[in-house]
């Protein structure tokens, strides 16, 4: 779905519907996010542990999904790295997770979906191209 919704996001700019396209592909992001959930479901099964643990996968909050996935320490490291170098991937997460699911009920302008869609699918920079590793 994620790599559905960035095709989705891509229409939509060149469509010029931009709230629609920010939206899309935020969208994008939470579906990766969330495919890296399940990914630690069917690997580790010691989310199983947590009854709850299904309830708090019904978030659309980046940060819930990244701990949610078992991923902090890698996006830790990953945001380190960058801001160590060439700080791209840092730039692009700090965009990324100004997204909200609100936003569908937001106007936006070119520039926010555009700059949104850049940095989702930077390459190799890009918070997809990271996500794309977990899931």
Known sequence: MAEERILD????????????????????VECGLKSCVLARM????GVFEDKKFA?????????ELVKLAGLT??????????????????EHWT???????????QQKTEGDAKALYAAITHD????????????
């Open 9 to 28: 996001a891509a229409a939509l700019i060149t469509g010029n519907r931009w709230a629609y396209a920010y939206y899309v592909a935020g969208y994008a």
């Open 42 to 45: 069917i690997y580790t099964g």
């Open 55 to 63: 309830d708090r996968c019904f978030t659309h909050d980046f940060a």
């Open 73 to 90: 320490d890698e996006l830790n490291s990953s945001l380190v790295a960058s801001a160590a170098g060439s700080r791209a991937f840092v």
């Open 95 to 105: 965009t990324a997770v100004q997204w909200q699911e609100t936003a569908r009920y």
């Open 124 to 135: 190799p920079d890009g918070v997809i191209s990271w996500i794309r590793n977990y899931w």
